[in-house]
């Protein structure tokens, strides 16, 4: 199975801060990779697909981007509505897997 | 407006058998894609099993393959997931996702299943 590694564990932010998330996978998934955030109590929403897409009704201050296997979600201006947990998903190889999160908290 | 309603979590012994539901509405469910995906604090999110839009072709992750059935009633635009021999492991919320639907992939709620002796 590809196993998706996402860095850092825990990130402490700032409203207003430039945030960058990280998310390695173990081979190839090309761009089949797609970024999800989950406030507690919720399911996941879907954020980004195809490694750099965003899904209908995402803000564009979010955008993701790839080089090779390590993709990046970036926030430009973190708003408060954005502190919550992000996973990465790759749907290039069965089974279909995600990273572990990055939790976004306020600093 | 897209919706999807999970039921039939509940709380059940090692071994049991449980079948959950997902009512679709707002969607042409017939032509979608449809998966299910779990979350437990544990081991975080794991996706378990999808299924093609006539029910012809499914895949399932190895840990429920073979104790585990997706399928689908298309003409009550409903999803199921059949959950046999259960373990500890398989605690977990349950999670009915479409497909990308116009730039969205939906989730419902999530309906909780509790293994426990």
Do not use: H
């Amino acid at each position: 199975d590809i196993v998706l590694t996402q860095s850092p564990a825990t990130l402490s932010v700032s409203p207003g801060e430039r945030v960058t998330l990280s998310c390695r996978a173990s081979q190839s998934v090309r761009s089949n990779l797609a970024w999800y955030q989950q406030k507690p109590g919720q399911a996941p929403r879907l954020l980004i697909y195809d490694a750099s897409t965003r899904a209908t009704g995402v803000p564009a201050r979010f955008s993701g981007s790839e080089s090779g296997t390590e993709f990046t979600l970036t926030v430009s201006s973190l708003q408060s509505e954005d502190f919550a947990v992000y996973y990465c998903q790759q749907s290039n190889n069965w089974p279909w897997t995600f990273g572990q999160g990055t939790k976004v908290e306020i600093k | 407006e897209v919706q999807l309603v999970e039921s039939g979590g509940d709380v059940l012994q090692p071994g049991g058998s449980l079948r959950l539901s997902c009512a679709a509405s707002g969607f042409t469910f017939r032509t979608s894609w449809m998966n299910w995906v779990r979350q437990d604090p544990g081991t975080g999110l794991a996706w378990l099993s999808r299924t093609s839009s006539d029910g012809k072709n499914v895949f399932y992750v190895d840990s429920v393959k073979g104790r585990f059935t997706i399928s689908r009633d298309n003409a009550k635009n409903t999803l199921y997931l059949q959950m046999n021999s259960l373990r500890a492991e398989d605690t977990a919320v349950y999670y009915c996702v479409t497909d990308l639907i116009g730039g969205v992939s939906y989730w419902g709620q999530g309906t909780p299943v509790t293994v426990s002796s």
